[in-house]
Nanobody, 126 residues
Framework: QVPVVESGGGVVKPGESLSLSCTSS????????IGWFRQAPGKQRERLGC?????????LYDSFLRGRFTISRGNSKNAVYLQMHGLRPEDTAVYYC??????????????????WGPGTQVTVSS
């Protein structure tokens, strides 16, 4: 298991952008699949997308998010980012990243994750 932690949450206005980071203290995220999720109050956890850190391939589960959300990795493979644009009040939630082992060339879709971060709050409000 590679423990991960999220950062970068905060309060933004509708239409603004925010970038969340997922990192592991003292460890590279290479050879990991990282998933991004969110959970709004009173709602079930929603999966957003994932990345194979080794090869950089990504997948967004909801076509509605494509064009607003992107997932990427840092050049050193020590961080994964969830970049969010055009934020809306309905994007308000606690955002989580999760990790599991994943080999180069394997899809990150449908993974079961070993370790979950504590989450970071994103609030979109005018």
């Amino acid at each position: 298991q590679v423990p991960v932690v999220e950062s970068g949450g905060g309060v933004v206005k509708p239409g603004e952008s925010l970038s969340l980071s997922c990192t592991s203290s003292g460890a590279t995220l290479d050879s990991q699949g990282i998933g991004w999720f969110r959970q709004a109050p009173g709602k079930q956890r929603e999966r957003l997308g994932c990345i194979n850190v080794a090869d950089g391939t990504t997948y967004l589960y909801d076509s509605f998010l494509r064009g607003r959300f992107t997932i990427s990795r840092g050049n050193s493979k020590n961080a994964v980012y969830l970049q969010m644009h055009g934020l809306r009040p309905e994007d308000t939630a606690v955002y989580y990243c999760a990790s599991t082992g994943l080999q180069y060339g394997m899809s990150c879709r449908g993974l079961t994750y070993d370790y979950w971060g504590p989450g970071t709050q994103v609030t979109v409000s005018s």
